[in-house]
Every structure is written in structure tokens, then in C-alpha cells.
């Protein structure tokens, strides 16, 4: 579930200072349900405000990392 998902992505940004945004889809064998999924729940972590996504120009790699917020709170 997205929900699942969420916990996922946010136990994998908890040790790390930050992710590049395709990282959090190199699961063997997912197909394109476990990629639509794991989008979700990037998007949804966004818009709750969990975590904060950046790029510096078009076409550079995207990152992830956990708003700095939820980093206090850990």
C-alpha cells in the first residue's frame, strides 16, 4: 500500500542526509505497480511536508531528504 510505502522511503531517509529521487525506485524486480506506488507515496511524504525535494537546474539529478523538521524530531 502507499502507506506502506511511505514508512519505507522515510526509514530509508532517516540515516541518510539525502537520496537521489531514483534510488528510492532501484527495488530487483519492481514492476510498474511498485514504481506507481512508490511515487505515491513520494508525492503524498511532499505534501505532508515529511520530506523536501530539490533540484539545482533542469535535467540534474533530484533529491530527496527528509524535511528539517522531521530530522529534529528523529
Known sequence: ????????????????RFVEFRELF???GAG???VVV??????ELARESLIDISQQ???SPIYVKLNSIQMEAA
Request: proline share 6%; glycine share 0%.
Open 1 to 16: 500500500s502507499v502507506r506502506d510505502r511511505m514508512t519505507r522511503v522515510l526509514r530509508r531517509l532517516q540515516d541518510v
Open 38 to 43: 512508490t511515487l505515491l507515496a513520494i508525492l
Open 26 to 28: 532501484d527495488e530487483e
Open 32 to 34: 510498474v505497480p511498485e
Open 57 to 59: 537546474e533542469p535535467y
